[in-house]
């Protein structure tokens, strides 16, 4: 048992594997104050990630119901929500790139960081959660970072998100945000709450008014990186 503070939110978590504590222990507390919310998990909950993904060990099935119980709780509670997509940071400013499952999201923020070496940080590659607070979004690392494992323990301010696909020709474009709402849906976890779909939502819908949201055709090379740099931030 022990209190970990995960995107500015102080979380009650009794993880039981090994495997879930190593993942944890970065985002561990020694803050005197009570949670903002517990999670505990129950048979249910873990045969339900059983039926998502069988074959896996009991100890992976831990760790991804813990998440998925977070990420339903900061949606309910503290409009944020978990985000599919490899997200870093440049000057203090986080780019979101998000595409299908077997794209290159990973591979492309890697050549950013091959191309511009300790001008990014990298927030986290596979799993990071977005806030809404006072008005503006921000990105916050978390101990779900894909099998690369790289994520930070840091919140960023969102400046844009990046929808990735493959092409033989680096371009880069500005699209209507909204136009994608689709697109994220099919990259975070839908709850089964009317209330919170709702609320999900209106996330969304102010995140891509408020954000500029661009389209990516790129290759793997560093090229594409200096292509997709150069669209969104100069």
């Known amino acids: 048992m022990g209190i970990y503070k995960i995107a500015d939110l102080y979380i009650d978590i009794d993880p039981k594997y090994e495997y879930t504590k190593e993942r944890l222990k970065d985002y561990i507390s020694n803050d005197e104050v009570a949670p903002d919310f517990s999670v505990r998990l129950t048979r249910d909950l873990i045969l339900q ?3 998502y993904a069988p074959g896996l060990p009991e100890s992976c099935y831990e760790s991804t119901a813990i998440y998925r119980q977070i990420c339903l709780k900061i949606l309910e509670k503290y409009n944020g929500f978990f985000f599919h997509c490899s997200a870093l940071s440049v000057d203090n400013q986080a780019y979101l790139f998000t595409a299908q499952s077997g794209t290159g999201k990973s591979t492309h923020t890697r050549m950013w960081r091959e191309v511009f070496g300790d001008k990014v940080v990298m927030i986290n590659d596979d799993k990071p959660l977005v806030r809404l607070i006072d008005g503006k979004f921000y990105v916050y690392g978390t101990p779900w970072d894909g099998k690369h494992a790289i994520s930070n323990n840091i919140k960023v ?3 844009a998100i990046c929808f990735l696909h493959r092409g033989e020709e680096n ?3 500005k699209v209507v ?3 994608h709402l689709h697109d994220i849906l099919n990259q975070t976890i839908m709850p089964k709450s009317s209330t919170s779909m709702i609320n999900l939502l209106d996330i969304l819908e102010k995140m ?5 949201t661009y389209e990516l055709y790129c290759n793997i090379s560093q090229e594409a990186a200096k292509v997709s ?3 969104m931030i100069e």
């Open 49 to 51: 990630e059983v039926s």
């Open 157 to 159: 301010p969102l400046k």
């Open 171 to 173: 371009k880069i474009s």
């Open 177 to 179: 945000g909204i136009d």
């Open 208 to 212: 891509l008014t408020d954000i500029p």
């Open 229 to 231: 740099y150069k669209g």
